[in-house]
């Protein structure tokens, strides 16, 4: 028996074309796949990095519910021979003094006074100069924006002036505007050593916050500082690497997995198509090898032979323009996000899988039709005769499951996107029949009879071009969808955070408000209401699998501001025992069951929470907790308010300027409504661009798709072709009905994919899980650019396969049909 | 009508050159019903290819009413070909997805929009090779006898200068061979339709006025029916 390997590899050197289509889709299927790994891993490890960055080398930290407490009352902590290493930190509100003319708010700035920069406590990622303890360690974005180099000085309005000794990374702990328009809202922070900060402020012996290293776990220690500091205003916390409470970027990786399973399906399918079509022409070659003694299962070996060397070649390309794509991918996600991140991409693993993926899928997508050429029956074969049953039978009971399915369209539940999805497929000819039936008479009157020809060339292979064009129909249709998504998120985030914002304006104060301040605001004419914002942060918790996370528990009651959408019932369960309500994410995150208690540590040590309730909030995303207010200040123990919100009749400006020329020795930050709308919703707005960018590349994938199902047809019609050049088609007739044919696939596909894309769309926002989070609108910018890319790179795949046939020789391939 | 003028071709084959036709000289008149015989590869169906413009000879001359194949770029010699020339193939090669109609049609409708002219033109050819009430019917999926009519009936539509019929009988028994080729008879006694039919059967090639045998690329002889000794070669060649 000759060598199976190399029959296989002549049969795919044979037909150069057609493997080459499949090739590419593999690559295409493959390096889109690995992109996605890649992207899932990096994003992970960036945020893991600056977590890390955030915790360093440090095991507790004692904080105060007032703004500062004195260094004297850590000082048999920091001298216990558990603490191997501390770090002081203390806080100030300050303005920077500039030569350009800037209003208050946007020269504002914290400055963290640390007892050591260069202590393994901290983290500074130094892009330039030293941690020397002699002056400000300012991050980027900071001396991009006021134009500062190392050895520049830097002076703070009533306090002084030092130079900069170190410029950083981003990092948590430094995160600072990059622009004047966000600087109103927000406030620089720069980091200057202890001492100076102190000399200045002439809070010799405060602090805000003390970081500590233990030997082992710590645990004694931090239990028994936890019993010192019950009844006072300090408090105790391991330091938790958990930023969810900042990035809420779940969907994201749910977007990865979305379109790296679209990709791999898609060339998987058309690794099918033509794998299919090869072995449905070489039946007669199958069957005299099997006459000549060939077992089935040699047969099927043959041809999952070729698969497997397409898929290696595909793989060994792929993989490595994966790694490319998902670098660029990666730098365009972070630049979504506000701040200068940085990171390393996370190719390992993600390599190794996606080979996997990429050996292994086409192998499966092509074991079906492997398995029917092991099948092959000998006589019927060579004598050519016609062994299909007939497809009328097929094709109606295609359609009444198809509509059956769609039934599921008033179902809710998520069975229904699978079900939408079949029937789409499932629906497909009968969707091509009909289009082809009303477009017919405009081709007609546009292009004549290759208009005519090509309407009717494509039911010769109806099944084929209409999965052709569902794949690129379910395509689009996903993609709209999640373009619907990012479209509505930003009207859906709107809605709760003008719901459970609590007031128009949120007012932070570096120390607790006093009742002098509340008074004082509460006389501006533009002010309606004032009420306080107690917000215990952080606050370290345990999942029901023990892990350690963190987050911000609010102060609510029946009559204050409405941070969360709950029943007012929800609050007299809440006021009478303590008890929590969660914010979805964090109910998510935590792993329990609503009447289940969560263990947390409280300023009033560790205690144990019945969770009463989970609700929806626009505080964290979600990722919070509430708790009433009275037993917030006696069972949890916590008592300061450091922001206030406030309501207000007229223009905010006015409000935020007064705020600031009055209490601004104090304040940290003002932020209107409309500003933490804007900052919410600016990364989901950045995330369309990657969208768009991931439907072009699913439609370019699609139509390789189509080109590669284009070529086969013609190269299946080569001797109809060439009658129909001998009696009378010219080149460019030829040319024109391929790529008429073409279009009408792409046409199939775009429109197909819109509807299914409202199908979908509408499912979604019907659906009681997804709480009205998307409206059922359609987002008309994706849609027409599907459109647009859908119908040019459909038309740019016919144009392949119409040079392909026009370049044929007639007299040959009339002698060979 | 038809004049073959010293042509040769040649095909390279691997890295060998063959010489197919070395050297024709034909002429054909118009009405003139002619066979073409010869062993397989002996050039006649290249000739009909190089005649129906459908290739080019390597050197030499055709004409067809004047007019040089040669001369011609390969839309003109394509537009030339729906105008002038009308082909039948052994396999018929019918379109499969149009109807008898719409195949019939086809060399008008790629000529241009179809006229009532046209389109009487049409129904008469069906009633003429008898298919009448089979218009609408898919051309797969007729019988032999009926694709081959179709066919002759698609290559006549356009009242074509020349018939060139390539084995139309290979593919079909002999009462059926036998019913073609009185139909293509009849279409050159009734409408003085040149044919120029390529056959290796001495049946088919018994109904033309005309028969030329070819051997290793050149003539070898041409017999007609009003030779003297046409029936005693023709005995000849049958034994």
Redesign the interface.
């Given at each position: 028996m000759l060598n199976i390997w190399r029959i296989s590899w002549r049969n795919m050197t044979t037909h150069k074309k057609r493997f080459f289509f499949s090739l590419v889709a593999i690559i295409f299927g493959v390096s889109f796949l690995t992109a996605m790994l890649i992207a899932d891993r990096t994003t992970s490890d960036v945020f893991r990095y600056y977590e890390n960055m955030y915790v360093a080398n440090a095991d507790y930290w004692i904080l105060s519910d007032e703004h500062t407490y004195s260094e004297a009352e850590v000082s048999s902590v920091i001298n216990n021979p558990e603490v191997t290493n501390s770090l002081l930190a203390l806080d100030k509100q300050g303005f920077f003094e500039l030569n350009e003319k800037r209003t208050l708010q946007e020269r504002s700035v914290r400055i963290t006074g640390v007892s050591d920069q260069a202590s393994s406590l901290l983290k500074l990622p130094v892009i330039e100069g030293s941690l020397d303890n002699q002056g400000f360690v300012i991050p980027k974005a900071v001396a991009e924006l006021l134009d500062k180099k190392v050895g520049d000085t830097i002076a703070i309005e009533g306090l002084g002036t030092a130079k900069v000794s170190a410029i950083v990374e981003y990092t948590q702990l430094l995160a600072s505007p990059d622009n004047w328009e966000d600087a109103n809202s927000t406030s620089f922070r720069i980091m200057a050593p202890l001492d100076m900060l102190r000399k200045w402020t002439g809070m010799d012996n405060d602090i805000s916050y003390m970081r500590f290293q233990t030997k082992g776990d710590g645990e004694e220690l931090f239990q028994s500082v936890q019993q010192v500091l019950k009844d006072t205003n300090m408090y105790i916390q391991p330091v938790v690497a958990d930023d969810l409470q900042s990035n809420d970027i779940e969907g994201l990786y749910a977007f990865f997995y979305v379109v790296a399973v679209l990709s791999i399906c898609i060339s998987g399918f058309i690794v099918f198509n033509m794998i299919y079509t090869s072995v449905m022409e070489r039946r007669k070659e199958f069957a005299v090898m099997k006459s000549l003694g060939y077992l089935q299962r040699s047969v099927f070996r043959l041809v999952l032979v070729e698969m497997t060397l397409l898929a290696s070649v595909g793989t060994l390309i792929g993989v490595p323009l994966g790694v490319w794509l998902g670098d660029i991918f990666m730098a365009t996600l972070l630049s979504v996000f506000k701040f200068d991140m940085v990171y390393t991409l996370q190719w390992e693993l993600p390599i190794i899988i996606a080979s996997l993926i990429g050996l292994i899928f086409p192998v499966i997508f092509s074991i079906f039709p492997s398995f029917v050429a092991g099948k092959t029956p000998v006589l019927l074969a060579i004598k050519e005769a016609n062994t299909n049953q007939p497809t009328s039978h097929r094709f109606l009971i295609r359609n009444i499951l198809g509509l059956g399915l769609l039934g599921f369209l008033f179902v809710d539940s998520a069975l229904s996107y699978i079900a939408i999805l079949i029937a789409s497929v499932l629906l497909f000819p009968c969707f091509v029949r009909g289009l082809k039936w009303v477009l017919k008479p405009v081709l007609e009157l546009l292009f004549y009879f290759p208009g005519r020809v090509a309407v009717k060339n494509l039911d010769q292979q109806l099944n084929r071009n209409a999965n052709t064009a569902a794949i690129l129909a379910v395509g689009i249709a996903i993609i709209l969808l999640l373009g619907a998504a990012i479209e509505s998120a930003p009207k859906s985030i709107g809605k709760e955070i003008r719901e459970t914002y609590g007031g128009d304006i949120r007012v932070t104060s570096e120390s607790p408000w006093t009742q002098e301040d509340i008074a004082k605001i509460q006389s501006y004419e533009s002010v309606t209401n004032v009420e306080p914002l107690a917000e215990a942060k952080p606050i370290t918790w345990k999942t029901t699998q023990g892990e350690d996370r963190q987050f911000s528990v609010f102060s609510v009651n029946r009559n204050g501001p409405s941070l969360l959408k709950a029943e007012k019932s929800v609050y007299t369960k809440l006021a009478n025992q303590p008890s929590v309500i969660l914010g979805s994410r964090a109910f998510d995150e935590w792993g329990g069951h609503i009447g289940q208690t969560i263990e947390m540590n409280t300023p009033s040590g560790k205690q144990r929470y019945e969770v009463i309730d989970v609700v929806n909030t626009s505080h964290y995303s979600g990722y919070v907790a509430f708790m009433d207010n009275r037993h917030f200040q006696t069972e949890f123990g916590w008592s300061s308010a450091f922001d206030i919100l406030l309501t207000v009749n007229k223009q905010t400006e006015q409000v935020r300027t007064e705020l600031w020329n009055d209490l601004g020795d104090h304040l940290a930050k003002v932020q209107t409504l409309e500003e933490e709308i804007e900052s919410t919703t600016s990364a989901v707005k950045g995330m369309n661009d990657l969208i768009l960018i991931m439907l072009l590349l699913i439609i370019l994938l699609a139509s390789v798709g189509t080109a590669n199902t284009l070529l086969m047809n013609t190269l299946e019609r080569k001797s109809e072709i060439s009658t129909m050049r001998a009696i009378g088609f010219t080149k460019q007739q030829v040319r024109k009905m391929v790529l008429l044919e073409g279009l009408l696939i792409g046409l199939a596909g775009v429109f197909g994919g819109i509807i299914i894309g409202a199908l979908l769309i509408y499912v979604t926002s019907e659906w009681t899980f997804m709480e009205g989070f998307i409206s059922f609108q359609l987002p008309f910018v994706n849609v027409i650019l599907a459109m647009i890319a859908g119908v040019t790179l459909s038309l740019c795949a016919a144009w392949v396969s119409s040079r392909n046939v026009t370049s044929q020789n007639v007299a040959s391939s009339l002698k060979e049909g | 009508m038809i004049r073959v003028h010293n042509v040769t071709k040649e095909y390279m084959q691997g890295q060998e050159k063959i010489q197919v036709l070395k050297g024709v000289n034909l002429q054909i008149n118009e009405g003139e019903f002619v066979a073409v015989m010869g062993p397989s590869g002996s050039g006649k169906?290249t000739l009909l290819?190089l005649i129906?413009g459908?290739?080019l000879p390597t050197s030499g001359d055709i004409q067809i009413n004047q007019q040089s194949l040669q001369e011609m770029n390969?839309?003109k010699r394509?537009?030339f070909?729906?105008r002038h020339l009308?082909?039948v193939?052994q396999?018929y090669?019918?379109?499969?997805?149009?109807t008898v109609e719409e195949n019939i049609a086809?060399?008008i409708?790629?000529?241009?929009?179809i006229r009532k002219r046209n389109q009487r033109s049409i129904t008469n050819l069906i009633s003429e090779v008898g298919l009448k009430g089979f218009e609408k019917k898919r051309a797969n999926l007729l019988s032999g006898g009926q694709q081959q009519r179709v066919a002759i009936a698609?290559?006549l539509v356009n009242h074509p200068s020349v018939l060139l019929a390539d084995e139309p009988t290979g593919n079909l028994d002999r009462t059926i061979a036998e019913d073609i080729l009185r139909l293509l008879l009849t279409f050159n006694r009734k409408h003085n339709q040149t044919i120029v039919m390529v056959t290796h059967d001495i049946f088919a090639a018994g109904f033309a006025d005309r028969i030329i045998l070819f051997r290793d690329g050149v003539i070898e002889k041409i017999i007609s029916r009003k030779d003297e000794d046409y029936a005693k070669y023709m005995a000849h060649f049958m034994a």
């Open positions: - | 169906s290819q129906g459908l290739d390969e839309k394509t537009i070909r729906r009308g082909f193939f396999n090669q019918l379109l499969p997805t149009l086809f060399p409708h790629a000529d241009g929009k698609r290559a």
